[in-house]
């Protein structure tokens, strides 16, 4: 597995300028710097041995390791090698990638720290939608090309799986990793911890990290990982290159239009540059000539406050005459100072004043969700209680399919009930809005939606958060359950659910409410669940990997998404909860993969035999009849009927189809069993393990003496 990883690492890492657009278009920074620097400044990028220097720091340092921070938003596209990105993600053969990717500088003495995004910034919001709306764009376009070609299009297509860095850091966190989820914009912090810790460098791929005076900056999309070689970019030669120093850099990046300054302010700014450049060059393209040309003036301005406002009063700033100097002060690490701009407020005591004017004024409440949010321990709860909103992002969703609505309003009503259990300590006894940045159909991102917290139990009232979180003790636990279940309107059936085994029963709970949600759900699209959480067990990610499907369907697309954003609301619910479930019992990798996903769905909705459906595992019947038979007459319960709806007209078989046991044979049983029993009740199930860990419990259940022929027709 290890070598199809590096070379799959290799393939993604040679793609060309053209076909990394999206690779690109995701990065902040400053626009085109990074091309620059490669272009024009060929001596600012050093090839260079991270073993060696790992070997040097050392010498230079005995009593410290050598780290590299790891700005992991801008490398976990390029950690996603897997063949298959359309279908949902798949999450096994992804997560032996991160281990072997791991490995590998471990085996170099070299220790990664890695930092994800826990915040999008008030002053990168306007940037964060524009990216949004045209992902947008360009997931409408890969639907459009599976409908045509059904297939997946080609890597120049790709778009990351749905919540692929969530689960990332998650998954980083599994496998021992230091992984640090952000209180500000990632690059910022990633930027001191290199500078504050000695760190040998960071890797990422941000253009912003040649403005920070920090430690040097690697690229990873020009790593070769088998033999740990990359590109450092040197701020001295582009400084040399531009004739200016350091401390330029900030207010260079500034008028060049970053995430704080919009480039459309500058247009002017940059034509009257242009005009008065003693360097501009026919031979460059005019975005290479506005970096000579601002270059160029900066260095005549003297080194000053009054003259950085002079600069404000003579750009079309509007309102805000303060962009520049909030810019300019956007790079300075704590200790640094600038000539530009006086003294102010450090970070510090700006994050001291965040309980201030948090929603929650609990103080215990608030420090634990905000240790749990540093220490990827929880999800998004932090920023719930702290400011009251929330974002996510786009999802591979099929905006022409109208009986599925947009996964953000599927499970608005299970947020709804989490943002209850969170503010119930909200400022004077009373409900806030929380405010929601969520992409999806429809939605223009104009303005938040800003959406009422409902209590997830009608009239009694919302449990306290402090007991939830900070109370021991069987009773507790049993509320803990609860509660998260009423998240979902499952009240019923907590018995039931707590003697499956703990992944299984978060996916069931998952599936309950997505057919009770979701109307057009249909039993083909049941038995597809089902049957994928059922064979997905003791699947190696090689053997995932080597899965190969005969076409993609749009709609399998479209529901592995919305299965995959549904396992980060139970994460938030279970986060909310007190933590009912295990962090690791509600990740994908537990409980799905895209293209099994997609197998079993077009085996469905073609009509194949249930046989052919459980691979002809007989020991897996009863465990399919038992969830299935739970979901169904749960949703009875509810008057939800689930009907038959076959797409399956234009399914092909594709490979050869393994010759099956003509007595699928099964235990029959007259009674509702529950398949899946914790190991307290005495029935046992054997877990999936990651490699080199423990092995779990084994599942046995049926009496071999009172067997049947199996052949079930219709489910």
């Not at 999802?395 to 399919?401: F, G, K, Q, R």
Request: overall charge positive; some cysteine; hydrophobic content about 35%.
């Amino acid at each position: 597995m290890r070598e199809r990883a590096v070379a799959s690492w290799a393939r993604i890492a040679g793609l060309g300028e053209a076909d990394c657009c999206e690779f690109q278009r995701s990065a902040m920074g400053i626009k085109g710097l990074q091309g620059f620097v490669e272009r024009v400044c060929p001596d600012a990028c050093r090839t260079v041995d991270l073993r060696e220097m790992a070997q040097k720091h050392c010498i230079d340092h005995p009593d410290s390791s050598p780290v590299i921070v790891v700005d992991a938003m801008s490398c976990v596209k390029y950690w996603y090698t897997p063949e298959s990105w359309v279908c949902g993600g798949q999450w096994r053969e992804f997560l032996a990638v991160l281990e072997d990717f791991i490995k590998v500088f471990m085996a170099a003495g070299i220790k990664l720290v890695f930092f994800f995004d826990g915040v999008v910034e008030s002053k990168k919001r306007d940037e964060w939608i524009k990216r949004r709306l045209q992902n947008n764009k360009e997931i409408a376009r890969i639907f459009q090309f599976i409908k045509t070609h059904r297939k997946q299009p080609g890597r120049e297509m790709f778009v990351m799986p749905s919540a692929l860095p969530t689960f990332t850091r998650f998954a980083l966190k599994s496998l021992g990793q230091k992984t640090v989820c952000t209180l500000r914009e990632a690059d910022f912090e990633v930027a001191a911890y290199g500078l504050q810790h000695n760190c040998i460098g960071i890797l990422g791929q941000d253009s912003d990290y040649l403005i920070y005076n920090t430690c040097p900056y690697f690229s990873i999309g020009k790593l070769c990982l088998d033999r740990l070689v990359t590109v450092m970019y040197s701020r001295e030669d582009l400084c040399r290159v531009l004739g200016l120093s350091l401390t330029h850099l900030p207010l260079f990046a500034c008028l060049l239009g970053n995430d704080v300054v919009p480039e459309n302010l500058l247009e002017g700014f940059w034509h009257k540059c242009l005009v008065s450049s003693p360097r501009k060059n026919n031979s460059y393209n005019r975005r290479t000539n506005i970096f000579f040309a601002v270059a160029n003036y900066i260095s005549k301005v003297p080194w000053s406050y009054s003259s950085l406002k002079h600069l404000e009063d003579i750009l079309p700033l509007g309102s805000d005459k303060t962009l520049l100097c909030r810019g300019v002060e956007s790079y300075l690490l704590p200790g640094q100072q600038s000539p530009w701009i006086p003294p102010k407020v450090t970070s510090c005591q700006m994050f001291s004043l965040q309980q201030e004017t948090a929603m929650c004024q609990d103080k215990e409440v608030f420090q634990l969700a905000k240790e749990q949010h540093v220490q990827s321990e929880n999800y998004t709860i932090f920023n719930i209680l702290s400011k009251g909103e929330i974002e996510c992002s786009n999802s591979l969703e099929d905006e022409s399919d109208t009986e599925i609505p947009g996964q953000a309003l599927i499970y608005r009503p299970a947020r709804q009930h989490v943002y209850s259990i969170l503010l119930e300590s909200g400022k004077g006894g009373a409900y806030s809005f929380v405010k929601e940045w969520f992409v999806y159909f429809g939605n223009p991102l104009k303005q938040p939606e800003l959406i009422q917290p409902v209590q997830p139990i009608p009239g009694g009232g919302t449990p306290n958060l402090k007991t939830l979180w900070f109370a021991k003790g069987p009773d507790v636990e049993k509320q803990r359950y609860s509660t998260f279940l009423a998240c979902f309107h499952l009240h019923d059936g907590m018995e039931y659910l707590q003697g499956l085994e703990a992944p299984v029963a978060a996916f069931c709970c998952l599936l309950l409410y997505l057919m009770m949600q979701v109307s057009s759900l249909s039993m083909e699209d049941l038995n597809a669940f089902v049957a994928l959480v059922l064979c997905l067990k003791g699947k190696s990610a090689a053997e995932l990997a080597s899965l190969q499907l005969a076409q993609v369907d749009s709609r399998g697309v479209h529901l592995g998404a919305v299965v995959v954003r549904g396992l980060t609301t139970l994460l938030m619910a279970s986060s909310a909860c007190g933590f009912p479930f295990r962090m690791d019992d509600l990740m994908p990798w537990q409980v799905f993969d895209g293209k099994l996903f997609q197998e079993k769905y077009q085996q469905s909705h073609r009509g194949c035999s249930l046989e052919e459906l459980l691979e002809g595992n007989e020991s897996l019947y009863t465990p399919f009849k038992n969830l299935k038979s739970f979901i169904c007459k749960a949703c009875m319960a509810k008057k939800r009927t689930i009907h038959s709806r076959p797409r399956g007209n234009g399914f092909i078989t594709g490979t050869p189809q393994r010759e099956f046991n003509p007595r699928f044979q099964q235990t029959h049983r007259s009674s509702f069993v529950p398949p899946y029993h914790n190991q307290t009740r005495g029935f046992l199930w054997r877990n999936p393990q990651p490699q080199g860990k423990k092995k779990g419990r084994e599942y046995r259940s049926g009496h071999p003496d009172r067997r049947r022929r199996f052949h079930v027709p219709s489910w």
